[in-house]
């Protein structure tokens, strides 16, 4: 079974629905997004090298999508289980 990590961002600008990141691209992504969580409590140095260093390897491991969210949330949904079901 394969796992995977799904992100979403909505950008209307983007006309691709669902995008495949490898793990270098999916590296940058979060990193340029702040791991998509801006509540980290502790933002040093060192937390970034933990960080970057988990997620290298973590997706080393999984396959990674970026999901926009402009479409219905039915359209998003059904592109969801596609990608988990290993069509997308």
Partial sequence: MCAH????????????????????????????NDFCNPHQMVRDRRKL????DFFHEYFKET????????????ETQHRIREIVAGNG
């Fill in 63 to 74: 396959s990674v999508h970026l999901v926009n969210t402009t479409v219905t949330p039915q």
């Fill in 5 to 32: 990590y799904l992100s979403v961002k909505r950008d209307p600008k983007d006309k691709k629905i669902v995008t495949r990141l490898n793990e270098e691209e999916a590296l940058r992504y979060m990193l340029a």
């Fill in 49 to 52: 090298e933990l960080r970057k």
